[in-house]
């Protein structure tokens, strides 16, 4: 029996490899619920007042140049997803994370009107990309210091 764990254990050593290099994260997303001065969510595509998902266009800045963002290999190609979560609903967005630019910036654009800016900073390394800070509109409001979640509500 002895003889049988060695063996097994010898299989499973050899089995590992250092030089394999481990998984990559890529934590990208934050998300936003946005209501009116008067509390309605204006994601709720039930509300006749709700940002339309057809109209939200996401534009990242990359180089000094302003791109829309569509990548129609992904399940969520304009990079955003709108979902109900309890008895809400909520816009994750999966922000600029381009390894060219200090404070990323990207935009969304809710409609032909509203447009907000949102910056961040990220921790990078060989194996995750992780928001570290996101403003919004110039304004700081989530860092990992003193947030858990990623997730800001937004009033309109």
């Not at 990079?79 to 994370?97: C, G, S």
């Not at 630019?101 to 509203?114: A, C, G, H, L, R």
């Not at 990309?129 to 860092?143: A, F, G, R, S, T």
């Amino acid at each position: 029996m002895k003889t049988l764990i060695s063996i097994i254990a010898l299989i499973a050593l050899f089995n590992c490899s250092s030089d394999e290099g481990g998984q990559f994260s890529l934590d990208v997303s934050f998300e936003f619920g946005i209501k009116d001065s008067e509390g309605n969510d204006l994601l709720n595509p039930e509300n006749p007042n709700a940002f339309k998902e057809s109209e939200i266009k996401l534009f990242y800045v990359i180089n000094g140049n302003t791109e829309e963002v569509y990548d129609g290999n992904l399940d969520y190609p304009r990079h955003f997803l709108i979902y109900q979560y309890y008895d809400q609903y909520r816009i994750r967005v999966f922000l600029n994370h381009s390894e060219t630019e200090n404070i990323p910036v990207t935009y969304i654009q809710w409609n032909e009107m509203d447009t907000d800016t949102i910056k961040n900073e990220m921790n990078r390394s060989d194996t995750f990309v992780k928001i570290q800070k996101v403003w919004l509109n110039d304004n700081l409001i989530w860092d990992t210091v003193n947030k858990s979640e990623p997730y800001f509500e937004l009033l309109k």
